[in-house]
T-cell receptor
Framework: EDKVVQSPLSLVVHEGDTVTLNCSYE??????LLWYKQEKKAPTFLFML????IEKKSGRLSSILDKKELFSILNITATQTGDSAVYLC??????????????FGKGTKLSVKP | ETGVTQSPTHLIKTRGQQVTLRCSSQ?????VSWYQQALGQGPQFIFQ???????GRGNFPPRFSGLQFPNYSSELNVNALELDDSALYLC????????????FGSGTRLTVV
């Protein structure tokens, strides 16, 4: 069965620290990998990665995909208290299947202390 | 451009009851998916609707059913509620099928007592 595994499940850091969140996957029909930030309820889109080795950046956040080793990382530099959230990794599959379009990991809960 | 809106935001039901959750998709989006997110877990796929037809269903029993209307809004119905149905129910819409630019609503927090 396809699955997505995130680590660590929770992380506590202090403002200014740099963090790396991990996502590994075992998926037979990989299309792309997505990262979401979930603060209270609605997951908000961060990145979509399709090709290996190409880093995507948005401000202090960056992410890269390794399709050979089947993992992705999300980096956050100079963390701020506003970065506190659950970060979800999801793999996109072809539509119409029993697993839907997105298979999510359990998420990493990041807490940034002042 | 309006986002995805879900109603109600919170709901408390008794075991055995039935519930209907509603989702208005983002303007221009014709695909709606529903996810169940239990506490401390990632969202789990329930089913997806594309142009009013079910187009994929996850590992949920038949008492979970849905509808999509001509305006692409959607409903999730759950019959014979069980305690384990307590979760955050998320609706996500996208403009085309297949498409991964999903926009999520803020969800409905369902508590079954």
């Amino acid at each position: 069965e396809d699955k997505v595994v995130q680590s660590p499940l929770s992380l506590v850091v202090h403002e200014g620290d740099t963090v790396t969140l991990n996502c590994s996957y075992e998926v037979t029909n990989f299309r792309s990998l997505l990262w979401y930030k979930q603060e209270k309820k609605a997951p908000t889109f961060l990145f979509m990665l399709t090709s290996s080795g190409i880093e995507k950046k948005s401000g202090r956040l960056s992410s890269i995909l390794d399709k050979k080793e089947l993992f992705s990382i999300l980096n956050i530099t100079a963390t701020q208290t506003g970065d506190s959230a659950v970060y979800l990794c999801a793999v996109a599959l072809p539509y119409g299947g029993s697993q839907g379009n997105l298979i999510f990991g359990k998420g990493t809960k990041l807490s940034v202390k002042p | 451009e309006t986002g995805v809106t879900q109603s109600p935001t919170h709901l408390i039901k008794t075991r055995g009851q039935q519930v209907t959750l509603r989702c208005s998709s983002q303007s221009g989006h014709n695909t709606v998916s529903w996810y169940q997110q239990a506490l401390g877990q990632g969202p789990q796929f329930i089913f997806q609707y594309y142009r009013e037809e079910e187009n994929g269903r996850g590992n949920f029993p038949p008492r979970f059913s849905g509808l999509q209307f001509p305006n692409y809004s959607s409903e999730l119905n759950v019959n014979a509620l069980e305690l384990d149905d307590s979760a955050l129910y998320l609706c996500a819409s996208s403009p085309e099928l297949p498409n991964y630019g999903y926009t999520f609503g803020s969800g409905t927090r369902l508590t079954v007592v």
